[in-house]
């Protein structure tokens, strides 16, 4: 997500690219390819695919639902890796306590 920016880049605000006001429909992670994330905006007419320091590009609705509900699947894969990795060091904390205690 950007961070280092004036403009605010959440969900629903509006940005400037270039000369485009747009407004941020969703932000979407991409993990593996080493790019900053992307984020899908939409004007009065049409939707957009903005990645930064990579450019702009016109897409379709279509497109724009997809790459949404791709980081959607993206972001759902990250939470349990997440959740799992915290059982396994919860699972981990809580035989090493009681090690501690039979010592």
């Keep these: 997500m950007i961070n280092r920016s004036t403009q605010n880049w ?6 400037k690219v270039g000369f485009l006001s747009l407004t ?4 979407v992670p991409t993990p593996g390819d ?3 994330d992307a984020y899908v905006l939409a004007s009065k007419t049409a939707f957009y695919e903005f990645v930064p320091h ?5 897409i379709s609705a279509d497109e724009a639902r997809l790459r949404i509900s791709e ?3 993206v972001a759902a894969q990250q939470a349990t890796a ?7 060091m919860s699972s981990h904390v809580a ?3 009681a090690l501690m ?3």
């Design 54 to 58: 990579h450019g702009i590009s016109r």
């Design 101 to 103: 205690v039979s010592a």
């Design 82 to 88: 997440t959740i799992a990795k915290a059982s396994a």
């Design 24 to 27: 941020v429909i969703a932000v």
């Design 95 to 97: 035989l090493a306590s």
């Design 71 to 73: 980081g959607e699947r």
């Design 10 to 15: 959440a969900v629903g605000a509006t940005v």
């Design 34 to 36: 080493f790019k900053p």
